[in-house]
């Protein structure tokens, strides 16, 4: 390494890592060609179920006007209509779908994608008695939803408050969405 | 090479959890059902099987006035591959463990099994030291969940049988929930620990009773 003249041992240093990540960028585009529609075509799967999940029949998406800056997109179907909700959750975004009937009630709502705490938060969109009760509970209510400390009525998810508070300001953007097409 | 040495330091002696103290982030995170700590842990070993093998592969190839950003680099290749095929074809698992995979790429286990052995030995000698490693940390990670699933959640084997719901043991209005929160994380990981240096000292007096018996 003596005889080494210092641009050669600089450029060694940078050429060998550009290499190296140049592989492996080569390597996660061709992981990633095989599994990117794979995931796609589960994420489409995952929002037609949610549609259907908290609007009978499904529906078609649809213009909307939104002031809470959390709606994503609304579907439209004869139940009346399911908005997808993103609002920010403990860990990050919380998907969510939130079914609503012409008049303003809702008429359920799925959990679509979360990173909340495994066991805690995570039990939002949970397939277990738990979640459900969580989920269910959201049926039929109006107006403005909030958890039982804010002086709601949704009981929280226990230890995790946050994302509770979470899931009921996309119920809510959702229910003011709907409340602004009429 | 000697594979039961290894194994052993993998498993007790030098396991990545209760003696090495390393991933301790996704130690007490995720251990909250039986599902997500043989997730976690088959993902941490294969990532580690993988990294292990390059970068002994590659020890005389990279310099070391760069190789902990090179290390990164390949074990970030593997996390990543891996969280895409877990998104793929077990969704569920990806969800459930959520952040948690993208992260292994800091996990210590995995840059300490970098540095501290494959860049020094053989290519096998790192792959079963990956593998031991890995079995280390998913056993480790294993009791922990099988703990504070049972006290916390009451059940066993949650996210994995009796249809993702696991198998009631304790009636639902007494399990502890503060045991599936970091405090529970912390107590319950003590105490593995304490139990891995008893059984460590219990073996020790154990073999060295046998050698005076000689």
Known sequence: MKTESTVKYVLRLALTLLLITAVVAVALAAVNSVTAPKIALLNAQKTQEAIEAVLPGGGEEVAFTDDTGLVATVYQGNAGYAVKVTPTGFNGTVEMMVGIDPSGNVLGISVISQSETAGLGAVSAASTSAGEAFRGQFAGMSGSVSVTKDGGAVDAITGATITSRAVCAGVNAALSCVANMG | ?214
């Open chain 2, 1 to 214: 090479m000697n594979f039961k040495k290894q194994f052993k330091e993998g498993l007790l002696t030098k396991n990545p959890v209760t003696v090495q103290l390393l991933g301790m982030c996704s130690t007490l995170a995720i251990t909250t059902s039986l599902f997500n700590g043989i997730g976690m842990g088959l993902a941490v070993t294969i990532i580690l099987i993988c990294s292990n093998v390059l970068i002994s592969a590659l020890r005389n190839f990279i310099p070391s006035q760069i190789r902990i950003a090179a290390y990164i680099t390949i074990i970030a290749g593997f996390v990543t591959v891996v969280d895409l095929f877990l998104q793929a074809y077990i969704p569920a698992l990806a969800e459930s463990l959520g952040v948690f995979i993208p992260l292994i790429v800091v996990n210590c286990i995995v840059l300490g099994r970098a540095e501290a052995f494959a860049s020094k030995n053989s290519v096998l000698a790192s792959a079963v030291d990956g593998l031991c490693q890995g079995i280390g940390y998913t056993v480790a990670l294993v009791i922990t969940c099988v703990i504070r699933e049972l006290l916390g959640s009451g059940t066993f084997g949650g996210g994995l049988l009796n249809g993702g719901e696991g198998i009631r043991i304790i009636p639902a209005q007494f399990p502890a929930m503060q045991m599936v929160m970091p405090v529970g994380g912390f107590l319950v990981l003590g105490f593995v620990i304490a139990a891995s240096q008893w059984l460590m000292k219990y073996l020790e007096m154990k073999s060295k009773k046998k050698e005076a018996a000689k």
